[in-house]
């Protein structure tokens, strides 16, 4: 083989693992905040209309983030790690971490989940039936710090230009299992 194509192949190689326990934490991490917030959904059956749908894609962490590492101790010794990750520009979806926690597991959460919807079908589903019951939850992109135990998330509820929600979770992971420590940065519309 060309020498080329072995440094290649490495790099492929060492890159994997990582990539591959990302999406590991991302799907543990949605675990958790699906158990949450999905407790009190019911399961999606034949002509039931879902009233909290989940966007597909990833919200980019903003300038918000530094409002939230203002208000907390904790997270101001941990700035500039999590600094570096406020990218507003990403394009990324949930899938990947969707598919791994749903691949023949937590079949009960799924069948309260149902599939991620865009900006576009919830809206569509919204006007279909007009009522002011049905929201999207829209997640962030974590943001990983202190060893990659910490995890600061972003959760908005969205239905129209009203009655809109949304925090920031500060997560923790504890023996292996990630875990909601805090809501900063509470709002409602």
Not at 78 to 90: M, P, T, Y
Request: net charge positive.
């Amino acid at each position: 083989m060309k020498p080329q194509l072995l440094k290649t192949l490495f790099v492929l190689l060492l890159i994997s693992p990582v990539a591959f326990t990302q999406e590991a934490e991302n799907s543990a991490i949605l675990k958790i905040i699906f158990s949450k917030y999905y407790k009190d959904e019911k399961v999606i059956a034949k002509g039931r209309l879902q009233l909290l749908s989940f966007y597909c894609k990833k919200a980019p962490n903003n300038e918000e983030v530094l409002e939230v590492i203002s208000k907390s101790e904790f997270l101001k010794k941990n700035a500039s790690e999590i600094k570096k990750q406020i990218v507003i520009g990403i394009d990324e979806d949930w899938s990947a971490a969707y598919n791994m926690l749903f691949d023949n597991q937590n079949q009960y959460l799924k069948s309260k989940v149902n599939n991620c919807l865009s900006l576009e079908e919830f809206q569509a589903a919204y006007a279909k039936h007009g009522e002011n019951n049905q929201r999207l939850m829209i997640i962030s992109k974590p943001i990983y710090f202190a060893n990659g135990n910490n995890a600061l998330v972003k959760v908005a509820f969205y239905r129209t230009i009203e009655h809109n929600s949304g925090s920031y979770l500060l997560l923790e992971k504890v023996n292996g299992v990630w875990t909601i420590k805090e809501y900063l940065n509470q709002w409602a519309t």
